[in-house]
């Protein structure tokens, strides 16, 4: 479909980003693993959520702010670490960065991110955090988390859901090659060699530490003085460990159905890891937000704040520092909408009475 005028939703967003990105490169951003059941079904889940919204309530003013890990931000809404933003804009993550500054949100930084941490941290003044995961050299990874606190980095976010990596065929197909990682080029040599024409995996596997398990966790918490968000639990068992282990914070997230296909689509089992934990820590929230009406779901169901992957490369693919500014505009202007058209003045207003979930439907009418 081609697009006339300004793109009006997220959606939108997206055709842009496929009209203007090679082939190879938009397929890397939007691709999920194999059958891709798990990408699809990250959004259709939200489809089969209700609102039920509180009519004739003040709704005269809406607070859209609030808290994540003692810092306030302008609404709830991060933007999740993702890879690679320089092949979607010269500049990079250094202009998704001054986005998220000028939004007044938080940016988790990727490890695989093409610009260095240095460099985004010096770009403009702003409340980040970076992300990373575990290398079998240790002393590599406690390295990267010295240069991030230094660098004044807020917090750090361990993805936990990929000892290996997805299999994500359009990438295999496309002979997609990662380019240099920028935060890891003196240690890390991408001569990674596979056989099926992609070297993600290869060096994946090559580099990630597949033992890293919960009682490394301490390890972590050892060597930096940040706290540590666990990314990518889908469970209840998994929610209780988390807490146990002494984390400040859980993602739910499936890695934007990038890892496991069929794992549940995380707004499914949001609620369940909300409950496992109980109010001891936050519960944030990434996968398949499209739409104010998804950030809305997510906090009734139990989220602190919600993080938006691939709809950030989309505007920055399209746009450049205007586009993701606009998908972070959206995104806030539709949740404001949503909030005063469901009777919810304020985030904390948002409860779990304002939704009603497929499985409490099908169940009132039995």
């Known amino acids: 479909m081609t697009m006339v005028g300004e793109p009006v939703n997220l959606n939108e967003f997206q055709e842009l980003a496929r009209e203007a990105l090679p082939k190879m490169y938009y397929d890397f951003y939007a691709g999920g693993a194999e059958d891709q059941y798990t990408l699809?079904?990250?959004?259709?889940?939200?489809?089969?959520?209700?609102?039920?919204?509180?009519?004739?309530?003040?709704?005269?003013?809406?607070?859209?702010?609030?808290n994540v890990l003692g810092y306030n931000i302008s609404a709830p809404i991060l933007i999740a670490p993702t890879a690679l933003h320089k092949l979607a804009?010269?500049?990079?993550?250094?202009?998704?960065?001054?986005?998220?500054?000028?939004?007044?949100?938080?940016?988790?930084?990727?490890?695989?991110?093409?610009?260095?941490l240095e460099e985004v941290a010096s770009s403009c003044n702003a409340v980040r955090f970076f992300q990373i995961y575990v290398y079998k050299r240790r002393d590599l990874s406690a390295l990267?988390?010295?240069?991030?606190?230094?660098?004044?980095?807020?917090?750090?976010?361990?993805?936990?859901?990929?000892?290996?990596?997805?299999?994500?065929?359009?990438?295999?197909?496309?002979?997609?090659?990662?380019?240099?990682?920028?935060?890891?080029?003196?240690?890390?040599?991408?001569?990674?060699?596979?056989?099926?024409?992609?070297?993600?995996?290869?060096?994946?596997?090559?580099?990630?530490?597949?033992?890293?398990?919960?009682?490394?966790?301490?390890?972590?918490?050892?060597?930096?003085?940040?706290?540590?968000?666990?990314?990518?639990?889908?469970?209840?068992?998994?929610?209780?460990?988390?807490?146990?282990?002494?984390?400040?914070?859980?993602?739910?997230?499936n890695h934007?159905?990038?890892?496991?296909?069929?794992?549940?689509?995380?707004?499914?089992?949001?609620?369940?890891?909300?409950?496992?934990?109980?109010?001891?820590?936050?519960?944030f929230f990434d996968?398949?937000?499209?739409?104010?009406?998804?950030?809305?779901?997510?906090?009734?169901?139990?989220?602190?704040?919600?993080?938006i992957g691939r709809p950030v490369i989309y505007g920055l693919a399209a746009k450049g520092e205007y586009g993701v500014r606009q998908v972070i505009k959206m995104l806030k202007d539709e949740l404001e909408l949503t909030m005063a058209l469901s009777g919810c003045p304020s985030v904390k207003d948002i409860t779990r009475r304002h939704v009603r979930t497929e499985r409490e439907r099908l169940h009132s009418m039995l």
């Open 256 to 283: 934007g159905g990038r890892q496991l296909d069929y794992a549940p689509a995380t707004i499914t089992v949001l609620e369940e890891v909300v409950q496992a934990v109980g109010g001891r820590i936050p519960v």
């Open 89 to 116: 804009h010269p500049e990079g993550e250094v202009v998704t960065a001054r986005a998220a500054a000028a939004c007044k949100t938080i940016m988790a930084l990727s490890f695989t991110s093409s610009c260095t």
């Open 40 to 66: 699809e079904e990250n959004m259709e889940a939200f489809r089969r959520i209700m609102i039920q919204p509180r009519i004739l309530v003040d709704v005269s003013r809406i607070d859209l702010s609030t």
């Open 287 to 307: 996968g398949g937000v499209r739409r104010g009406t998804d950030v809305f779901k997510a906090l009734a169901l139990g989220a602190q704040a919600v993080l």
């Open 144 to 253: 990267l988390v010295q240069r991030a606190e230094r660098n004044g980095y807020k917090a750090l976010v361990l993805t936990a859901d990929s000892p290996r990596v997805g299999r994500k065929e359009a990438d295999i197909k496309n002979k997609m090659i990662l380019p240099k990682l920028k935060n890891t080029e003196r240690f890390l040599l991408l001569e990674a060699s596979s056989d099926n024409g992609s070297n993600l995996a290869a060096f994946a596997k090559e580099t990630k530490d597949a033992s890293f398990c919960w009682k490394d966790i301490e390890w972590l918490s050892t060597i930096t003085n940040m706290p540590i968000l666990i990314k990518g639990l889908l469970t209840r068992e998994d929610a209780i460990k988390a807490v146990k282990v002494g984390v400040a914070g859980i993602v739910v997230s």
